[in-house]
């Protein structure tokens, strides 16, 4: 496969960034898995760099898959987002809650299951 082939988003998948409201908010549609996770990664990473402290949500409200490499991706941010004394607050869909009920590190995320107004 060409590498150009390789950094394509794949069809329904998006980041979007509200780093403008009083909550930052990133919202993610599509599916998280080994090609879209650094993305993800890249946006929170940036993000939780950048805010002194405070609140960031993570709004996965429209994931349609979530593999352990996107789990992989919000256990590193939520490590990242202590270390800066940010919140980092998850909004999972059915999707991402599954994977994280049978992984068993909710203890270790900040979940909720209504989204921010």
């Given at each position: 496969m060409p590498?150009?082939?390789?950094?394509?988003?794949?069809?329904g998948f998006s980041i979007t960034l509200d780093a403008e409201a009083s909550v930052p908010r990133v919202v993610v549609t599509g599916e998280l898995d080994l090609l879209t996770?650094?993305?993800l990664q890249e946006t929170l990473g940036a993000l939780i760099t950048d805010k002194p402290s405070g609140r960031v949500v993570a709004d996965l409200t429209g994931v349609t898959f979530f593999?352990?490499?996107?789990?992989?991706v919000v256990l590193q941010a939520q490590r990242q987002a202590a270390?800066?004394?940010?919140e980092l607050e998850l909004?999972?869909?059915p999707q991402v809650s599954r994977v994280i009920e049978l992984t068993g590190v909710a203890e270790h995320l900040?979940?909720?299951?209504?989204?921010?107004a």
């Open positions: 590498a150009a082939d390789q950094n394509t988003t794949p069809p996770s650094p993305q593999d352990s490499s996107a789990l992989n270390e800066k004394a940010v909004v999972p869909s900040s979940v909720s299951e209504e989204p921010p």
